[in-house]
C-alpha cells in the first residue's frame, strides 16, 4: 500500500530554472513531512522538513508548499544548479511512527 | 563525529548464501531502520527496532532476519529465502518516539548477486 505518491519520477531543468516536486498522501494522521536529497551511491540526507501548522517554509533556494486540504506537498528548488542534480524523496510520519517515503524523482539539472 | 556505519560498501552473493550487512550507530539513538532500495520504487522498509531486543516486521520482511542485542548495532541478514536480493540497503536510525524527526541515514551497501 503506498501512502506516499510523488511524481514525477524524473526532471530534466535548466541551470537557473525552478524544479517542481509534487507528492501526496492519503494518511491524515501524518503530520511530519521531509524532503531527503540522495547522491549516487550515498544514503539520503534531510534537506528540509514541514509540520502541518505552516502553509510554507523556505530555507535558502529550497521551498516546502503544504496543502493540508488537498493533502499534497511540493518542493521547489529555485535557480536550480548543476549541484542539484540528485534524487529526491518526499516522506511522512506520525507521531512516534516510522516515515513513508514516496518513490522518489530523479532531478538533472542541465549546465 | 557522530554517525552510521554501514558495511561493506559492496558485497557479493552467490545463490544460496545467506550474507550478513553490518549497520552501527554512535549517535545514542533507540530506534533503527533497515530499507531496501530499487530504483523507481523507493525506499521500503525491511525492518524496524525501537529498543534493544525488540524488532517488528516491515513492509518486505520476507527473506530477511534482524538481530538488536546492542543499542548500537542492527545486523540484516539476507537468507536464501529472498529471491531477489539484488538491491541497495540503506540503515537509518532516530529517537524513538519522535516519529521521522531525526532520521539519519548510513551510506549504504550494494547487494549483489552472483
Redesign the interface.
Known sequence: QQQVKQSPQSLIVQKGGISIINCAYENTAFDYFPWYQQFPGKGPALLIAIRPDVSEKKEGRFTISFNKSAKQFSLHIMDSQPGDSATYFCAASSSARQLTFGSGTQLTVLP | DGG?T?SPKYLFRKEGQNVTLSCEQNLNHD?M?W?RQDP??????IY?SQIVNDFQK?DIAEGYSVSREKKESFPLTVTSAQKNPTAFY?C?SSL??????G?T????T?LTVV
Open positions: 552510521i554501514q530506534a531502520y530499507y523507481g520504487q523507493g525506499l521500503r522498509l524496524y516491515g540503506l537509518a524513538s518516539g519522535t516519529g521521522g524527526y532520521y541515514f548510513g551510506s549504504g550494494r
